[in-house]
């Protein structure tokens, strides 16, 4: 089946800081998501793409879509503690399902 | 709208017992999805629905596993007989079918004993 590859798997940051986080795949498809789940909860959509090439933003998060629809990145900008949780990146989606990436653990030391 | 309701929250329950977790998807969506989360495997589709008609049950992972939906605001999915290696984080999510912004429901967490 289709595999996403998420990295880092953990992410130990200061408060402020900026983060990276990307996801790649041996497969193309058609949309990327990237979601975040905090503790008990379940993912909740933070950003979706839908064109090769496009870069979206969503207040201090900016995600792009890579140009051979294999790839995906998110950034944080200006971390705060409220950043903290698994973010996960997913492709494919609409009544095909998600393929989700293993997720990327953020946390952040004040 | 009240979002995705599962229930419940949490479930412990004996090896070889039968287990019926429960998803109400938001009103409108006909898209329905069970996914199963673990430290191992992370996030994995298990079935989804769409105008409550199995499409892809190929993530169930054994007979043990059954899911229904037999109405358009009501889905089950059932595990008989329970084995330890089913604990896990059970997600529902749902969307419209030609809709890409899954929502989740809070998850029903599983220990099987």
């Known amino acids: 089946g289709q595999q996403l590859n998420q990295s880092p798997q953990s992410m130990f940051i200061q408060e402020g800081e900026d983060v990276s986080m990307n996801c790649t795949s041996s497969?193309?498809?058609?949309?990327w998501l990237w979601y975040k789940q905090d503790p008990g909860e379940g993912p909740v959509l933070l950003i979706a793409?839908?064109?090769?090439?496009e870069l979206t933003s969503n207040g201090r998060l900016t995600a792009q879509f890579g140009i051979t629809r294999k790839d995906s990145f998110l950034n944080i900008s200006a971390s705060i503690p409220s950043d903290v949780g698994i973010y996960f990146c997913?492709?494919?989606?609409?009544?095909?399902?998600?393929?989700f990436g293993k997720g990327t653990h953020l946390i952040i030391q004040p | 709208d009240a979002g995705v309701i599962q229930s419940p929250r949490h479930e412990v329950t004996e090896m070889g017992q039968e287990v019926t977790l429960r998803c109400k998807p938001i009103?409108?969506?006909?898209?329905l999805f069970w996914y199963r989360q673990t430290m191992m495997r992370g996030l994995e589709l298990l079935i989804y629905?769409?105008?409550?008609?199995?499409?892809?049950d190929s993530g169930m992972p054994e007979d043990r596993f059954s899911a229904k939906m037999p109405n358009a605001s009501f889905s089950t999915l059932k595990i008989q007989p329970s084995e330890p290696r089913d604990s896990a984080v059970y997600f529902c999510?749902?969307?419209?079918?030609?809709?890409?912004?899954?929502?989740f429901g809070s998850g029903t967490r599983l220990t099987v004993v």
């Open positions: 629905f769409n105008n409550n008609v199995p499409i892809d």
């Open positions: 999510a749902s969307s419209f079918s030609d809709g890409y912004g899954y929502t």
């Open positions: 997913a492709g494919g989606g609409g009544a095909d399902g998600l393929t």
């Open positions: 009103s409108g969506h006909n898209s």
């Open positions: 793409l839908y064109k090769a090439g």
């Open positions: 497969s193309i498809f058609n949309t």
